[in-house]
């Protein structure tokens, strides 16, 4: 699972007033390569949610994005892009949990593929 | 890519090996799949370059399809782990890089409009009335641009009702009528092979000012 699809996912159990950002925990992190499109991640750059997102990404061992005064001007610079990039796309939670920030309940991530199936009595 | 290429691609997929009734698992077919995106991409430009998210994804095939075509994010949606199982080997079989997230439609939220496009074969609702609808619903309320989904004719005029009065559709358009071969899966099927016709709708969702999480 990419940290773009973690950027967007929240915890519906009932009762949540607010399940975003799913914590992270890490069991194993996988790296997979793909090819920079500079013209996506500058459009998609506006709607991450920064703190997680850089949280995130230092919970998947990458620390290199900058985590204040973060700037639309930043996507001018290649080296800031790559990173974004890097850690936008290019790092996948295989194994481990996401976990709701209010409860503590857990979801478990298989194989890249977290589970956010709620049980009876949370829906 | 050209039609027929993605076509056959898609039509190299694993579909479901036991079939769940209660989920209305019925394959989505290389021919209406293929068409499904390649008008996506080339009428409307709503695949790549795109965040594309698959809602009932089952064994993963349109959203395969929007990655193929150049989605530069794709989520497959699904309660059935069996399901993703079988998309996951798929989406690896071709290099793609799919993610995958077991998840019941109906509780979904998914934040900020990072999801240009839902593209959906929804279940039709026949066992489990008004899923259809469910799935459309929030398939509005998640993306930004645009959402196909396929739904029985005999449904036209209430869709359209629907999308426009209660999800607050910017615009609801069928963009073609296709057969959809149902194949004998389950026993209850006496017919070999049933052919039924489905509209492939275009939604448009309404913009909304502020992202809420």
């Known amino acids: 699972m990419r940290l773009l699809t973690h950027n967007m996912l929240s915890s519906t159990i009932k009762g949540v007033s607010n399940g ?3 914590t992270i925990e890490a069991a194993k992190v996988v790296e997979k390569q793909v090819d920079m499109n500079s013209d996506f991640l500058k459009n998609i750059f506006s709607k991450i949610e920064w703190k997680p997102f850089v949280e995130a990404a230092k919970t998947l061992g990458f620390s290199e994005l900058p985590e204040e005064d973060v700037q639309p001007s930043l996507l001018d610079s290649h080296e800031f892009l790559t990173k974004f990039h890097h850690a936008l796309l290019e790092i996948h939670l295989e194994e481990g949990a996401l976990v709701c920030p209010e409860t503590g309940r857990k979801f478990p991530v298989n194989k890249g593929i977290p589970n956010m199936l709620l049980l009876e009595d949370e829906v | 890519m050209k039609l027929k290429q993605l076509e056959g691609l898609l ?3 694993d579909q479901f090996s036991a079939p769940k009734i209660e989920l ?3 394959p989505t077919g290389p021919h209406i799949a293929s068409r ?4 996506a991409e080339n009428s409307f430009e709503d695949v790549s370059d795109k965040v594309v998210a698959d809602f009932g994804c089952g064994c993963g095939t349109l ?3 929007a990655a193929l075509l150049g989605a530069d994010h794709v989520i497959g949606f699904d309660v059935d782990a069996d399901s993703l199982e079988i998309a996951y080997l798929n989406a690896e079989d071709l290099e793609l890089d799919v993610n995958f997230v077991q998840s019941d439609i109906r509780n979904l939220q998914c934040r900020g409009k990072i999801i240009d496009t839902v593209v959906m074969n929804p279940p039709f609702g026949t066992r489990n009335k008004g899923v259809d609808m469910d799935f459309l619903s929030v398939a509005l309320k998640v993306a930004s641009q645009a959402v196909y989904s396929l739904h029985k004719t005999t449904t036209r005029e209430y869709v359209k009702k629907t999308a426009l009065r209660e999800y607050n559709a910017k615009s ?8 959809y071969d149902v194949p004998k899966l389950y026993k209850f099927h006496k017919k070999k092979e049933v052919d039924i016709a ?3 709708w275009r939604f448009v969702p309404t913009p909304t000012v502020e992202s809420d999480v």
């Open chain 2, 36 to 39: 499904m995106l390649y008008t």
């Open chain 2, 172 to 179: 609801a358009e069928v963009l073609c009528e296709l057969r």
């Open chain 2, 11 to 13: 039509g190299n997929l």
């Open chain 2, 63 to 65: 959203g395969i399809a």
């Open chain 2, 24 to 26: 209305e698992q019925y």
């Open chain 2, 198 to 200: 489905v509209d492939l």
């Open chain 1, 20 to 22: 975003f950002p799913l």
